[in-house]
């Protein structure tokens, strides 16, 4: 195996970390700030509904701006290299971040969501800058420091998050200062700091590597006649679909009260404790198991095996309520900590999948287009199975038509993933693409006559 450095792997680390700090520390204040912006705008009977409302619009208008940028910046990381891309979008995530921390109303606070989204190109760019740096022998080490760096930032984001917005609730002192007027600023300041951090990193540990001109033939608009990256695509879309739909199908049973079959916390302060928990075992996990996966099973084989180890955590973490509080406790943590290992390691094999398809010249757009889809999926099934768990309650139906029903159907979606896999996914997105030579067509004969 050729070795790589670890300054490359803490490089990698830090990027994601910075992009998934922000990713999991914005909800925890959300509807606190909103209700700031709008407690002396609505009376106390509509409060509540347009709390909900502006803090979807917030975090909507992010999700189509992300759209934009994820793209965007998968093309330009082709045209100017990972690291001049890398820096540039560092450097807009943090000046939206400040700009958001000291947002004083609603509307410059949806601006600065809007610019983060346009600046959301951390995650193509990293995976495109993993496979320029990398070999198949050692990539599935750098996309286990990916899949790490979402667990440390849902350990750090929480956290960060909730611990430091109105620091005036730790020092009478602050109430009518700067921070007590800001009271989101701190939290944000945090966060550019460890994106500045990132950025110094890969200033000084990543080289700039001349952006290969991408050969004829390489053309990002024939993706829709490229077998494997189309059926890749697919199977990168049903994992996100399980991801997202356990993501708010947990978010929304664990406030339905115990008597309905839910947990009826009443406050974000437990899913935090207990997604925190779960960050640690993801991250250790994924450092430790995920190169070993690579090495031994391959890439069809690993996500086969994810497949198997999420289908009974989905089926069964719903039916933990009926435990005593410690046994539901650690089944809880250890339940969350594999879902979330299961479907973000297997999206690392998944993108290594997607990037074994294509040209190496036209590998950051390609990963643009494929997070730009992606995050027009999550915000679609997000609706989608809000939704229906707000339907299976209202069904007053018997099992497992009530509040299990959404997991039931994520479950379902796995069992279509492994079809697909088994069917349609080719052997050959296992080794990276060799481009073919270019034609050279033949020089006709100058005619003397």
């Given at each position: 195996m050729t070795p790589m450095p670890y300054s490359m792997r803490l490089t990698i680390l830090a990027v994601i970390v910075s992009e998934h700090t922000l990713l999991f520390m914005i909800p925890t204040f959300v509807a606190y700030m909103m209700q700031g912006f709008l407690e002396k705008e609505y009376p106390e009977s509509e409060l509540k509904s347009q709390i909900s409302y502006h803090s979807g619009r917030l975090e909507g208008f992010n999700g189509m701006a992300s759209f934009v940028g994820c793209l965007l910046w998968g093309v330009v990381s082709d045209k100017i290299g990972r690291k001049y891309g890398m820096i540039i979008v560092l450097s807009g995530m943090i000046v939206a971040s400040l700009g958001f921390g000291l947002a004083p109303s609603f509307e410059v606070a949806l601006f600065w969501r809007c610019i983060a989204g346009l600046m959301a190109g951390?995650?193509?760019?990293?995976?495109?800058?993993?496979?320029?740096?990398?070999?198949?022998?050692?990539?599935?080490?750098?996309?286990?420091?990916?899949?790490?760096?979402?667990?440390?930032?849902?350990?750090?984001?929480?956290?960060?998050?909730?611990?430091?917005?109105?620091?005036?609730?730790y020092f009478d002192s602050l109430k009518d200062g700067f921070l007590g007027n800001h009271p989101y600023f701190l939290p944000q300041f945090i966060h550019s700091c460890i994106a500045f951090t990132a950025m110094l990193m890969i200033i000084i540990n990543v080289p700039y590597k001349k952006p290969t001109p991408p050969k004829k033939s390489a053309n990002i608009f024939d993706l829709r006649h490229n077998y494997n990256y189309l059926i890749s695509l697919v199977v990168f879309i049903l994992i996100v679909v399980v991801q997202f739909g356990y993501r708010i199908s947990m978010a929304l049973w664990v406030k339905v009260e115990s008597d309905d079959g839910g947990l009826g916390w009443k406050t974000e302060d437990k899913a935090g404790y207990m997604n925190s928990a779960s960050g640690?075992?993801?991250?250790?996990?994924?450092?430790?198991?995920?190169?070993?996966?690579?090495?031994?099973?391959?890439?069809?084989?690993?996500?086969?095996?994810?497949?198997?180890?999420?289908?009974?955590?989905?089926?069964?973490?719903?039916?933990?309520?009926?435990?005593?509080?410690?046994?539901?406790?650690?089944?809880?943590?250890?339940?969350?900590?594999?879902?979330?290992?299961?479907?973000?390691?297997?999206i690392s094999f998944i993108s290594m999948a997607v990037a074994n398809s294509v040209d190496p010249a036209i590998v950051g757009a390609v990963m643009g287009v494929t997070q730009s889809v992606i995050a027009f999926i999550r915000g679609v099934t997000i609706a989608s199975f809000g939704a229906l768990f707000g339907w299976s309650q209202t069904w007053d139906m018997f099992f497992p038509f009530d509040v299990h029903f959404s997991f039931l159907m994520v479950a379902v979606v796995l069992l279509l993933n492994w079809l697909v896999i088994k069917l349609w996914l080719d052997p050959s997105v296992e080794k990276r693409f060799v481009p073919k030579p270019e034609e050279i067509p033949m020089l006709e004969k100058k005619q003397d006559e």
């Open positions: 951390v995650v193509p760019i990293s995976k495109a800058l993993v496979q320029d740096v990398s070999d198949s022998t050692n990539v599935a080490i750098l996309y286990s420091y990916l899949g790490a760096g979402y667990g440390v930032g849902s350990i750090l984001g929480p956290l960060i998050g909730g611990t430091l917005a109105h620091p005036e609730k640690v075992l993801v991250t250790a996990y994924h450092l430790g198991l995920v190169p070993v996966f690579a090495k031994k099973f391959g890439i069809i084989k690993s996500c086969i095996l994810f497949i198997i180890q999420l289908l009974p955590v989905v089926l069964l973490i719903s039916f933990t309520y009926m435990l005593e509080t410690i046994s539901m406790w650690t089944l809880l943590i250890i339940f969350n900590a594999l879902s979330i290992v299961g479907s973000t390691a297997f």
